[in-house]
C-alpha cells in the first residue's frame, strides 16, 4: 500500500452471505463517492449472493475483483483495495495498520456467530476482531428473519463490546415508491453512523413536510 493511501480516510466494508447485496453495491457507491479508500473483503458466499441478486459475477481473484468493483461504483485510481480471505498480511489484519471504522453489510448470521466467539478463521473475522480490540467502530447489518435466541444472544454479546447492529430493517415513514428508496434507508443510516454526510433519506422533523 502507498503512503499516499496510507494518509487518506479510509474504511473496510466486509461482504458476506447473507441476502442483502443491494444494500453492500450503494454502501460501496457512497463511501466511493465520500472519497473514502476502502478495503474490500468479500467472502464466497456473499459472490453467490451478487450473482443471485444483481446479477454480478464478481472475480475470484482479488485483482481482477479490485477492477471489477472499481468500473461499478466509478472509483479513482487505486480507491479500492480488495483483500483474499487468507491475505494475513493485509493492512486490516493488524491493530497497528488497519482502519479504525469497519462495517459488515450485510452481515451473516454464521459471520455474526464467529464474531461472538472471538473466532479468526479468515479475513473478515480477523479484521473485525482487529477493530473489535483496538476500540474502533464496528457496524454490522444483519439480514435474516426470524431471529432465533441464539443469533439474539450473539448481537447482545457483541453490542456488550460496542459493536453497532443495524438490521436492514428499511423504515416507511419517508413514503418509499421503489425498492432503491428502500436500500436508500439503510444505507443513510450507515452513512449517519460513521459520519458521512448523506442526502439519501429527509431527515425526521427538518426536511419532511407536513
Not at 487505486?78 to 459488515?104: D, N, R
Not at 472471538?118 to 473475522?125: S, T, V
Not at 428508496?181 to 427538518?206: E, K, M, N, P, T
Amino acid at each position: 500500500m502507498s503512503s499516499q493511501v496510507a494518509k487518506q480516510r479510509s474504511i473496510t466494508l466486509a461482504i458476506t452471505g447473507a441476502s442483502g447485496a443491494p444494500y453492500a453495491v450503494k454502501l460501496l457507491k457512497e463511501l466511493v463517492s465520500a472519497d473514502y479508500h476502502v478495503f474490500l473483503l468479500i467472502s464466497s458466499a456473499a459472490k453467490v449472493v451478487f450473482a443471485t441478486e444483481e446479477d454480478l459475477k464478481v472475480p475470484a481473484k482479488p485483482d481482477k475483483a479490485e477492477e471489477f468493483f472499481a468500473e461499478l461504483a466509478q472509483a479513482k485510481p487505486s480507491q479500492i483495495t480488495v483483500c483474499g480471505k487468507e491475505e494475513w498480511f493485509s493492512p486490516v489484519a493488524s491493530g497497528s495498520a488497519a482502519p479504525k471504522q469497519m462495517i459488515i453489510c450485510p452481515c451473516s448470521t454464521g459471520t455474526l456467530s464467529s464474531l461472538a466467539v472471538g473466532a479468526c478463521d479468515n479475513l473478515i473475522e480477523r479484521a473485525a476482531d482487529v477493530v473489535i480490540k483496538e476500540k474502533g467502530q464496528l457496524i454490522l447489518v444483519p439480514r435474516e428473519m426470524p431471529l432465533s435466541s441464539l443469533h439474539l444472544q450473539n448481537m447482545l454479546t457483541l453490542s456488550n463490546l460496542g459493536v453497532t447492529i443495524m438490521p436492514a430493517a428499511p423504515g416507511f415513514y419517508h413514503n418509499p415508491k421503489s425498492i432503491e428508496d428502500l436500500v436508500d434507508f439503510v444505507v443513510a443510516r450507515i452513512l449517519d453512523h460513521i459520519g458521512v454526510d448523506q442526502a439519501l433519506v429527509s431527515r425526521w422533523g427538518y426536511d419532511q413536510s407536513r
